[in-house]
């Protein structure tokens, strides 16, 4: 391991202001520092040559950041995109290597936003190189019935920079499966845009090319397998219990919240704090209908006076919405008022809306946290009637992320009447006009590293080859539907000939 501590020594010393002006996230550095091979993934890319690795690593990290990989779960896309079968695991090439399906003909460029399906494409791939470090993966682009609304330059050369640029040693090939005619001429332009190291990992197959990569059972039936495989979206549900995203139970109501992006997913589902008695539960125990605050609690100042603790704001959290395409940021504060160590949980009746983080953990005597929530722009006139639920359980001083089926257990079995359990909701405002107290509006703060490869007039030129395109697909349309009319005409004369003869 003499070339990887080498490899860190290096990239130490040439990086150490990015280090200290915390360029990249500390979950990412912790993992190049501590484990050997996801270090090594990155002499092997390069090819064991150390400047070029260390290099990588900046890049590498860097984007990871800008991306929040770690804080990635699949509560943080709309459940449509989910659904979209867009992009799938399934089967392995004759490598061994496992397939990820990238279907372009489910992709509609605007349909989300960039960033937004930049994050879900590197979260797809994220899951597998963080859990098999070291490991390749086959890419299989999809073409079948794509056309030219399906066309997103921007997006493809993000995919193939995600190999080659910001994930090491992770891809064994990538195949672009029945590139459509029309889109040839696009295809030659993107082309122009990888360099030489790029193109060797891209390859252009058809049905009688791609068996010499995966064979018959392992293709799905459209691409010439056997494989009656469709795709079908299948919530995970997520098991959380600690800040530090160790699994737990299954919960029936879900958190909105980020995690790492090694944590299960969450189970995608809309649910209401209202009108339930035993339909619904909160880790086990009953969730008997929320009805108005205990008169024996107090709200002062926008701070309500709970039994175990304050919490701000006492009734609403307000988010603005008439600043221009911005997020809206509100905050829950939660202070431990009670003599002993508490468990806290937040919880929505939108998760697939709403970004909350930290979304549970703990909170000793005395000691107050800020639970930032995140309306994301896409989401802006979703419903109004939204709620947040939160939950604070007293716990001894030994219960932690290390012994979390201990605490599972006493979330389970913990009575709603109980003076160690205190529960207090929150509505969503959403106000149209200046920002309110206590709530703050802020311009997204994720700005991807791709825009690098945008190129105006590149894109100009492609835009442009694309309209010509679809123009001489409708030309051709319009001289065969002339060829079929001459074609009558020519049989209407030999037949009205004919007959004149007779």
């Known amino acids: 391991m003499d070339q990887v501590d080498e490899l860190r020594k290096k990239f130490s010393n040439n990086f150490k202001d990015n280090i200290q002006k915390n360029v990249y996230d500390q979950r990412d550095l912790d993992r190049f520092q501590l484990e050997d091979l996801y270090a090594c993934c ?16 900046d890049v590498s990290l860097r984007w990871r950041k800008e991306l929040a990989l770690n804080d990635l779960t699949e509560a943080s896309f709309p459940l449509a995109m989910h659904e979209s079968g867009a992009i799938f695991y399934r089967n392995h090439a004759k490598n061994g290597n496992p397939i990820l399906h990238i279907m372009v003909a489910k992709h509609r460029k605007d349909t989300f936003p960039a960033l937004t399906v930049r994050q879900f494409i590197a979260w797809h791939i994220d899951k ?13 682009i999809d073409m079948t019935d794509a056309g030219l609304t399906n066309v997103d330059i921007d997006l493809t050369k993000f995919e193939i920079s995600c190999f080659t640029t910001y994930y090491p040693a992770l891809l064994a090939y990538l195949l672009i499966f029945e590139m459509p005619w029309v889109l040839n001429a696009i295809w030659n332009v993107i082309k122009k845009l990888l360099n030489a190291e790029q193109q060797k990992f891209v390859l252009l197959v058809k049905k009688p090319q791609i068996t010499q990569y995966i064979d018959r059972d392992q293709l799905l039936v459209h691409l010439g397998g056997s494989d009656t495989y469709k795709y079908s979206y299948v919530p995970v549900s997520e098991n959380v219990c600690s800040t530090h995203n160790h699994d737990s139970d299954n919960e029936s109501l879900v958190s909105s919240t980020e ?17 339930l008695r035993k339909s619904l539960t909160f880790d086990g ?8 605050q205990s008169l024996s609690h107090k709200t002062v100042n926008n701070v309500h006076h709970g039994s175990l603790a304050d919490i701000r704001p006492a009734n609403h959290l307000t988010f603005n919405m008439d600043l221009d395409k911005g997020d809206s940021l509100s905050h829950i504060q939660i202070s431990n008022t009670s003599k002993q160590r508490l468990s806290f949980k937040v919880k929505t009746t939108s998760p697939d809306v709403y970004r909350v983080k930290p979304h549970t953990g703990f909170l000793a005597v005395g000691e107050q946290i800020d639970i930032s929530i995140l309306l994301p722009n896409g989401h802006r006139s979703g419903d109004t009637k939204d709620k947040f639920l939160v939950m604070l359980l007293m716990v001894r001083d030994d219960v932690n992320e290390n012994n979390l089926d201990l605490l599972s257990s006493m979330w389970k079995s913990v009575s709603r009447d109980s003076k160690e359990y205190m529960e207090y909701r929150l509505i969503c405002d959403k106000v149209y006009g200046s920002a309110s107290t206590g709530t703050i509006v802020t311009k997204p703060v ?14 100009q030129k492609v835009e442009m080859v694309a309209v010509q395109q679809q123009e001489l697909a409708n030309q051709l349309k319009k001289i065969v539907l002339l060829l079929k009319l001459l074609i009558i005409c020519i049989v209407v004369i030999i037949i009205c000939v004919l007959f004149r003869g007779f």
């Not at 990155?42 to 690593?57: E, N, P, T, W, Y």
């Not at 992006?261 to 189970?267: A, E, F, G, M, R």
């Not at 125990?285 to 108005?292: K, N, T, V």
């Not at 994720?446 to 894109?459: A, W």
């Open 446 to 459: 994720i700005k991807s590293m791709t825009t690098q490869f945008s190129n105006s007039s590149l894109e």
């Open 259 to 275: 995690q790492s992006s090694t944590s299960s997913s969450v189970l995608r589902k809309r649910v209401t704090f209202s009108g």
């Open 285 to 292: 125990f009953a969730a008997a209908e929320l009805e108005d």
């Open 128 to 140: 597998e190189f963080l859990a098999n470090p070291g490991k390749r993966i086959v890419v299989l």
């Open 42 to 57: 990155f002499l092997r890319h390069q090819q064991g040559s150390i400047d070029k690795a260390c290099d990588m690593v």
